[in-house]
């Protein structure tokens, strides 16, 4: 039995406030459990790159087997010198690691220059695993899918899209035996118009690409299939929006909001610090979860939480509410998160975990920010959350992190997956650099993202968005691009 505390914030007392503080001050300590592990390195040489850097994780888990991949050795006007993967076979107690041959010019004769936006996926019914990448070369920007069947040996990648004007790929598969689209694997990518194509062998060949039925504008999208084989698409338009298929799509239904999003902004150049892309989850019986960074519980805009809606069927959703990280009245400033939801899991006791980054101080410049990384769990389907964990990566400073064509670059998303029913975030940590190259690899932690059964859980029930409240400035949409005009063939510099 958990007999861990739980209250509301929204009508809390005085002694469970103090509970709070405290449970807040403890947690800015990193956890005595949160030993990093480096699981990857930068080992490229080629010159247009800024070396030894690795941003932007994805994961996934299927089984015993947990999958990352993460752009290697940044390009500032535009992805990696390719894109690196991690696997643990063993539920995250060891890490093999390489990159995806054939993708680019710096590995196994790729055709591209760099490659990014990694996204990785398992076809349960055909026995492999898909990374999805945005490929980089002298015909724009493309998507294309790399397949392996044991996460460890990659075949040359299959191109999804040419049209070369494409940013912001996503990919999920139907891995629900019951479902009459079992094996249907869903590449989502953005135009800007959000765009999807379909495969039902393995990801060997793709469907011609399609869009919504009004043609929705968008960014950062992530799809989501449920036991039924429904697809929710949900992505960062004007608001927080949705839309579905019903035949694996073969068509795409018009698109409706499904919240509304406010971001503070803050004072730092920091790539992403204030874009709200929304991270996704499924539970077993098939319930949605995302989550974004959002301003609107704080008075004046003043730093942002991370906020959670749900639902149950795709089309009505829970108002946004807070998870409670820490008090209303601190000074943190949340961002880019990675959710986790445990896929064995299911409603009021599903299991969520979150990573992201934050700022001690949301006040703080590109002079004196300092970057943490931290996590929060629920046991109870995001009802209740522990305070909010120092993961032990920082502080981090901004001028630590390698330049883009958008802002020194940590991500543009997070990632955190259920491995047999234990979470594990991936994320970039980086340090002092030296002799003339960052410092900056994925990591995650030897032990999983886990509360112990005495830890606090607290509730936000009872808070509500503050009428009236806006940033000062719109979310910043250009920020998360990798969009760039075609250029000349790229040229061959150097072989990992």
């Given at each position: 039995?958990?007999?861990a505390l739980?209250f509301?914030?929204?009508?809390?007392n005085?002694?469970?406030?103090f509970?709070?503080v405290?449970?807040?001050?403890i947690?800015?300590t990193p956890?005595a459990?949160?030993?990093?592990v480096?699981?990857?390195?930068?080992s490229?040489h080629n010159?247009a790159?800024?070396h030894?850097?690795?941003?932007?994780p994805d994961?996934?888990s299927?089984?015993?087997t947990?999958v990352a991949?993460?752009?290697?050795?940044?390009?500032?006007d535009?992805?990696?010198a390719?894109i690196?993967?991690?696997t643990?076979?063993d539920s995250?107690?060891?890490?093999t690691?390489g990159?995806l041959?054939?993708?680019?010019?710096?590995y196994?004769?790729?055709?591209?220059?760099?490659a990014?936006?990694?996204s990785?996926?398992?076809d349960a019914k055909?026995g492999?695993?898909?990374?999805?990448?945005?490929p980089i070369?002298?015909s724009g920007?493309?998507v294309?899918v790399s397949?392996?069947t044991?996460g460890l040996?990659?075949?040359?990648?299959?191109?999804?899209?040419s049209s070369g004007?494409?940013d912001?790929?996503?990919i999920?598969c139907?891995n629900?035996?019951?479902?009459?689209?079992?094996?249907h694997?869903?590449a989502?990518w953005?135009t800007?118009?959000?765009?999807?194509s379909?495969?039902t062998d393995g990801?060997?060949?793709?469907?011609?690409a399609k869009t919504?039925?009004?043609?929705?504008f968008?960014?950062?999208?992530?799809p989501l299939?449920?036991?039924n084989?429904?697809?929710v698409v949900v992505?960062?338009?004007?608001?927080?929006?949705?839309?579905t298929?019903?035949n694996g799509g073969?068509?795409w239904?018009?698109?409706?909001?499904?919240?509304?999003?406010n971001?503070?902004?803050?004072?730092?150049t920091?790539?992403s610090?204030?874009l709200?892309?929304?991270?996704?989850?499924i539970?077993e019986?098939?319930k949605l979860y995302?989550?974004w960074?959002?301003c609107?519980?704080?008075?004046?805009?003043?730093t942002?939480?991370?906020?959670?809606?749900?639902s149950?069927?795709?089309?009505?959703?829970?108002?946004?509410?807070?998870?409670?990280?820490d008090?209303?009245?601190s000074?943190?400033?949340?961002?880019?998160?990675?959710l986790?939801?445990?896929?064995?899991?299911?409603?009021?006791t599903a299991?969520l975990?979150?990573?992201?980054?934050?700022?001690?101080?949301?006040?703080?410049d590109?002079s004196n920010c300092?970057?943490?990384?931290?996590f929060?769990?629920?046991e109870?389907?995001g009802k209740t959350?522990?305070?909010?964990k120092?993961l032990g990566?920082g502080?981090m400073?901004?001028?630590?992190l390698?330049?883009?064509?958008n802002g020194?670059m940590?991500?543009d998303?997070?990632s955190?997956?259920y491995?047999?029913?234990?979470a594990?975030?991936v994320f970039m940590v980086?340090?002092a650099p030296a002799?003339g190259?960052?410092?900056?690899?994925?990591?995650t932690?030897?032990?999983?993202?886990?509360?112990s059964?005495?830890e606090p859980?607290?509730?936000s029930r009872g808070?509500k968005?503050i009428p009236?409240?806006h940033?000062d400035?719109?979310f910043p949409?250009?920020?998360?691009e990798?969009?760039?005009s075609p250029?000349?063939p790229?040229?061959?510099?150097?072989q990992?």
């Amino acid at each position: 039995m958990n007999r861990a505390l739980r209250f509301s914030q929204g009508r809390v007392n005085r002694s469970a406030f103090f509970t709070f503080v405290l449970a807040f001050a403890i947690s800015l300590t990193p956890s005595a459990s949160a030993q990093l592990v480096k699981i990857s390195t930068d080992s490229f040489h080629n010159s247009a790159s800024q070396h030894k850097t690795e941003v932007e994780p994805d994961t996934y888990s299927w089984g015993s087997t947990m999958v990352a991949a993460f752009q290697v050795a940044r390009v500032d006007d535009g992805g990696g010198a390719d894109i690196g993967f991690a696997t643990s076979t063993d539920s995250g107690k060891t890490w093999t690691y390489g990159s995806l041959p054939g993708l680019t010019v710096n590995y196994k004769n790729g055709p591209n220059s760099a490659a990014s936006d990694a996204s990785v996926v398992y076809d349960a019914k055909h026995g492999v695993w898909l990374i999805c990448t945005l490929p980089i070369g002298n015909s724009g920007d493309n998507v294309a899918v790399s397949r392996s069947t044991d996460g460890l040996h990659w075949d040359k990648p299959v191109l999804i899209d040419s049209s070369g004007g494409d940013d912001k790929n996503w990919i999920t598969c139907d891995n629900n035996a019951k479902s009459k689209f079992y094996g249907h694997c869903y590449a989502e990518w953005d135009t800007p118009e959000v765009m999807l194509s379909t495969s039902t062998d393995g990801g060997i060949k793709w469907g011609t690409a399609k869009t919504s039925g009004d043609g929705a504008f968008g960014s950062g999208a992530e799809p989501l299939v449920q036991p039924n084989g429904q697809v929710v698409v949900v992505f960062l338009g004007n608001d927080m929006t949705a839309f579905t298929s019903t035949n694996g799509g073969t068509s795409w239904g018009s698109s409706f909001s499904i919240a509304p999003v406010n971001t503070f902004q803050g004072n730092s150049t920091l790539r992403s610090v204030g874009l709200p892309f929304p991270s996704t989850g499924i539970d077993e019986s098939g319930k949605l979860y995302v989550v974004w960074s959002d301003c609107s519980f704080r008075s004046g805009c003043s730093t942002n939480d991370l906020v959670l809606i749900t639902s149950t069927n795709g089309t009505k959703w829970t108002k946004p509410a807070r998870i409670p990280i820490d008090p209303l009245k601190s000074t943190v400033d949340h961002f880019i998160p990675g959710l986790g939801v445990d896929r064995s899991t299911s409603g009021s006791t599903a299991h969520l975990a979150t990573t992201y980054y934050y700022y001690p101080d949301a006040s703080c410049d590109d002079s004196n920010c300092e970057i943490h990384v931290g996590f929060t769990a629920s046991e109870d389907g995001g009802k209740t959350w522990t305070a909010g964990k120092d993961l032990g990566a920082g502080p981090m400073k901004i001028s630590w992190l390698p330049a883009s064509q958008n802002g020194p670059m940590l991500a543009d998303y997070l990632s955190s997956s259920y491995v047999n029913g234990k979470a594990f975030g991936v994320f970039m940590v980086a340090k002092a650099p030296a002799d003339g190259l960052f410092n900056e690899a994925a990591y995650t932690t030897k032990n999983p993202l886990e509360a112990s059964a005495d830890e606090p859980r607290f509730s936000s029930r009872g808070e509500k968005r503050i009428p009236g409240v806006h940033s000062d400035r719109p979310f910043p949409r250009s920020q998360g691009e990798e969009r760039e005009s075609p250029n000349a063939p790229p040229v061959k510099e150097s072989q990992k």
